[in-house]
């Protein structure tokens, strides 16, 4: 059974730094298209960062240079470094998986994932 187990998720202050992980079972990620997403209350969920099966990089425009998507593939591990934090990055971050990876570069930030964890709480104070 697939499975994507979030972790990582802290509050911090305004310019500070988090990394967050996503461990996965019974798929491979080194084949796989990933991704974060967050949803804050009231807001709608939005993708964040992703990243191909080839390693090609999206970022939406709000954290691009801030935030760096990576693979760990020995790990079969997705994660998000996130610096220089801003109070409008407080939300729910989730991540999201679909393989085998037969997305567009330019659809991986809005492409209906198969696969989804549970979620890590981000909360950034100013």
């Given at each position: 059974?697939?499975q994507l187990g979030?972790?990582g ?5 305004a310019?500070?730094?988090l ?7 019974a ?10 997403f ?13 990243i ?10 709000s954290v691009?240079?801030r935030?760096?998507?990576?693979k760990?593939n ?7 470094q ?10 729910m ?6 393989e085998?990876?037969a ?11 198969n ?9 950034v104070?100013?």
């Amino acid at each position: 059974q697939v499975q994507l187990g979030e972790s990582g998720g802290a509050a911090v202050q305004a310019g500070g730094s988090l990394k967050l992980s996503c461990a996965a079972s019974a798929f491979t990620v080194r084949y796989s298209c990933m991704a974060w997403f967050r949803q804050a209350p009231g807001n709608e969920r939005e993708g964040v960062a992703a990243i191909g099966d080839d390693d090609t990089t999206r970022y939406t425009d709000s954290v691009r240079g801030r935030f760096t998507i990576s693979k760990d593939n020995a790990e079969n591990t997705l994660y998000l470094q996130l610096n220089s934090l801003k109070p409008e990055d407080t939300a729910m971050y989730y991540c999201a998986a679909e393989e085998p990876c037969a997305v567009n570069a330019d659809s991986l930030l809005h492409f209906p994932y198969n696969y989804w964890g549970q979620g890590t709480q981000v909360s950034v104070s100013s």
